[in-house]
């Protein structure tokens, strides 16, 4: 049998610059040429703003799907951040596999890095800032078109055009889809069973097993 795997598009890195009133952000990335060092905390050359909020061991490395450009320009024409990769401020532009196909703890080869899914990635107001509009966070929120968060297992490097082969899936009934859905989509009513399963696994990064405890009210 043939393992899901992911092209990737593009690799960006980028450094915190003034964003909004005294606020600094990295969110605005740029693709990088040739091979990327891969380390604990991601990709070599990428910083954070906010480390409280971003970056570490669950959140080293961002993939948005490039999948879902065509929908957003679809949403948004006019908006010129979706000719390239980089709205939505990640680190991996990838093609071939969406939030629906990669599943909570699955193990990526990323050029000669292993990386882990750890939970997806939950909006917040600075993609609306971005954007210009008032309603990217809450479309992601609707419809968990929301990305990906790894955390690194192996360092190593990986370049654009590299296919990230699916090398483990240990849980394949959680889909990033229906663990964003479940943990931030509002639908956790519906599975109280599940929430609870997932506030005791240490694959989940360890903010989203705090949501699943307070969610299940545990």
């Not at 292993?114 to 899914?117: A, L």
């Not at 599975?191 to 506030?199: F, I, K, N, Y």
């Given at each position: 049998m043939t393992m899901p795997s992911m092209t990737i598009s593009a690799l960006l890195v980028g450094t915190p610059v003034p964003f909004r009133d005294?606020?600094?952000?990295?969110?605005?990335?740029?693709?990088?040429?040739?091979?990327?060092?891969?380390?604990?905390?991601?990709l070599e050359g990428?910083?954070?703003?906010d480390p409280v909020h971003h970056g570490g061991w669950d959140k080293a490395i961002h993939l948005?799907?490039?999948?879902?450009?065509g929908w957003w320009r679809g949403r948004k024409p006019d908006q010129p951040l979706l000719n390239a990769p980089g709205a939505f401020g990640e680190n991996i532009a990838s093609t071939g596999m969406t939030e629906a196909d990669i599943c909570l703890g699955d193990r990526f080869a990323l050029g000669s890095a292993?990386?882990?899914?750890s939970h997806g990635r939950q909006p917040c107001w600075k993609l609306d800032h971005r954007f210009g509009a008032r309603d990217v966070m809450a479309t992601i929120v609707k419809t968990a078109r929301c990305g990906v968060y790894f955390r690194v297992i192996r360092e190593g490097e990986a370049q654009a055009g590299d296919v990230m082969a699916l090398l483990e899936?240990?849980?394949?009934?959680?889909?990033?889809?229906?663990?964003?859905?479940?943990?931030?989509?509002?639908?956790?009513?519906?599975?109280?069973?599940?929430?609870?399963?997932?506030?005791a696994m240490p694959v989940l990064a360890e903010a989203w097993r705090k949501r699943a405890v307070q969610l299940a009210g545990m």
């Open positions: 005294g606020d600094h952000s990295a969110i605005a990335k740029r693709p990088v040429e040739g091979a990327v060092r891969i380390g604990w905390l991601g990428d910083a954070v703003a948005y799907p490039q999948d879902h450009y292993i990386v882990e899914v899936r240990p849980h394949p009934d959680i889909s990033v889809e229906r663990l964003f859905r479940l943990l931030i989509g509002g639908e956790h009513k519906r599975e109280p069973d599940a929430v609870r399963a997932l506030a």
